[in-house]
């Protein structure tokens, strides 16, 4: 009964590379979130996923930041031209339903450097 | 635009006493309340939550209280065990509209330590 599973754990850019992160999420949960946390703070709210649809895209960045959630596989979180400042972790969760609780895989670990 | 705040950056307190952690907001559209536990290089864990209707809710060790007139809820953790020490967010979730969806807000964290 796995979890929420993120990859990679780590991963260290240079500036200007483009950054890739999947998530899975549990299984029968159709509903993913990406949130990022960047040192000494809370999570920020990123992004709501459906399968196939964004539902909620207010805590994006305009420019760079993109995600999905295709029909099969897992959903993707991409960066590009990576600067410093997104070096954070970054948190996915799913749910089963808008109003279930979310559960949270471990992050990703974005070193821009 | 901190909606969410947990003023105590850090907790120390003794095994077996009781742990009080607090969280006070400031948007009056929030209507659920969250607790979040989280070890080093892991994601948050759910711990207890509260809806605005209630002003507290009980789980086992943990439980949660609601004052919203003060726009205040507080954590209490008795008795504390070493186990426990973790950093420990307080979320909330607006209702939009009447629809909700896990967004949530989330405050600083508070390092909590337990001492043997």
């Known amino acids: 009964n796995a979890g929420v599973m993120q990859n990679p754990r780590h991963l260290v850019r240079r500036r200007g590379q483009e950054a890739r992160l999947r998530c899975s999420p549990m299984?029968?949960?159709?509903?993913v979130y990406w949130y990022r946390q960047l040192p000494e703070e809370g999570l920020k709210f990123m992004v709501y996923?459906?399968?196939?649809?964004?539902?909620?895209e207010s805590g994006m960045p305009k420019e760079r930041f993109s995600a999905e959630f295709p029909k099969e596989g897992p959903s993707i979180l991409r960066i590009q031209q990576v600067v410093r400042g997104d070096s954070a972790a970054y948190f996915c969760a799913s749910s089963s339903g808008a109003n279930s609780p979310l559960h949270f895989g471990n992050g990703t670990r974005l070193t821009v450097t | 635009d901190q909606q969410v705040k947990q003023n105590s950056p850090s907790l120390s307190v003794q095994e077996g006493r009781i742990s009080i952690l607090n969280c006070d907001y400031t948007?009056?559209?929030?209507?659920?309340f969250l607790w979040y536990k989280k070890y080093p290089a892991e994601g948050p864990t759910f711990l207890i939550s509260i809806s605005s209707i209630k002003d507290k809710n009980e789980d086992g060790r943990f439980t949660v209280f609601l004052n919203k007139s003060a726009k205040h809820l507080s954590l209490h953790i008795v008795p504390s065990q070493p186990g426990d020490s973790a950093v420990y967010f307080c979320?909330?979730?607006?209702?939009?509209?009447?629809?909700?969806?896990?967004?949530?807000?989330f405050g600083q964290g508070t390092i909590l330590t337990v001492h043997p």
């Open positions: 996923l459906q399968k196939e649809n964004i539902i909620d």
């Open positions: 979320a909330a979730r607006a209702n939009a509209g009447g629809t909700s969806y896990g967004k949530l807000t």
């Open positions: 948007n009056s559209m929030f209507d659920y």
């Open positions: 299984k029968g949960h159709s509903h």
